[in-house]
C-alpha cells in the first residue's frame, strides 16, 4: 500500500488557493474602514466639548455676559419704550385721550384733554409711549403721535396733548416708587400727573409722596 500523500484534486486546490488569496485584501478593506470612522469620531469628539464662541463659559461654571460687547443696551421693560397702557393705582382706570361722544373718535386738536376710565381694549387712545433725552421724556398718544402731552399753562392745570414744541411744557419724569409704580412729574411745572376719577380731566397737581392718585404703571 503506498505511504504518498493525497493531493486534492487539481480544480479544488485551485478554488481553495483563490479563496485564501482573498482573505487578506478582505481584512485590509475591514480595517480600512475601521480606521476611517475611528479617526472621524476622534475629530468630532472636540467640537461637541468646547463652549460656544458666541457664549463663552468661564472656568468658574455657568455663562457669563459680563464683558462681551453689544449693540445697543435693551429698553426698560417698564413699557416706556413701546405703545403701552397707563393705569392709575388709586382707581385702576387708563389714562385715555378723549373723544366726541356723538362720534366716537378721539379728539386731535391741540388742547384736547385727557381723561381715565375703564379699558376698552387696544384701543389707539389708550396707547401711550414715552421718548426723549436727558432734560426728560415726552408723552405721546398711539392714535395721534405728532403730539405730545403737556400742561395747560392756565389754572386748570389739565394734562392736555398739543403739537410738538421745545418752547412749551412737554418734558416729563417717568420716575419709579415700588413695585412697579412710579410718577410722572412734568420737568417744567414740577407737579405730577394726577387721576381726578373715571372720566374725568386729569390734571398737574403738587406731587404728594404715596398719594395713589399719581401713581401710575405702563405696561
Not at 479563496?19 to 478593506?29: F, Q
Not at 480606521?35 to 469628539?45: E, K, M, N, P, Q
Request: hydrophobic fraction near 30%; charge should be positive.
Amino acid at each position: 500500500m503506498s505511504s504518498k500523500a493525497v493531493n486534492p484534486p487539481p480544480t479544488r486546490r485551485k478554488k481553495v488557493l483563490k479563496a485564501l488569496r482573498g482573505v487578506p485584501g478582505a481584512l485590509v478593506g475591514a480595517a480600512t474602514i475601521l480606521g476611517t470612522i475611528a479617526a472621524f469620531g476622534a475629530w468630532l469628539s472636540p467640537i461637541k466639548s468646547e463652549p460656544s464662541a458666541a457664549n463663552p463659559t468661564p472656568a468658574g461654571g455657568s455663562p457669563t455676559s459680563e464683558g462681551s460687547p453689544t449693540s445697543e443696551p435693551e429698553a426698560p421693560q417698564d413699557g416706556r419704550y413701546r405703545p403701552s397702557m397707563i393705569s392709575n393705582r388709586a382707581d385702576g382706570l387708563v389714562l385715555t385721550l378723549s373723544r366726541n361722544n356723538v362720534t366716537n373718535q378721539p379728539f386731535t386738536f391741540d388742547g384736547a384733554a385727557l381723561i381715565v376710565t375703564i379699558t376698552y381694549g387696544d384701543q389707539d387712545r389708550q396707547l401711550w409711549m414715552m421718548s426723549g433725552g436727558e432734560t426728560g421724556q415726552r408723552l405721546s398718544n398711539q392714535h395721534v403721535p405728532s403730539k405730545a402731552v403737556e400742561v395747560a399753562t392756565d389754572r386748570t392745570k389739565e394734562a392736555q396733548i398739543h403739537t410738538v414744541d421745545e418752547n412749551r411744557p412737554q418734558r416729563w419724569q417717568y420716575e419709579h416708587v415700588k413695585d412697579g409704580w412710579a410718577t410722572i412729574s412734568n420737568v417744567a411745572d414740577k407737579g405730577c400727573l394726577t387721576s381726578n376719577g373715571r372720566d374725568k380731566r386729569v390734571t398737574v397737581t403738587p406731587c404728594e409722596p404715596g398719594n395713589p392718585s399719581q401713581l401710575w404703571f405702563m405696561h
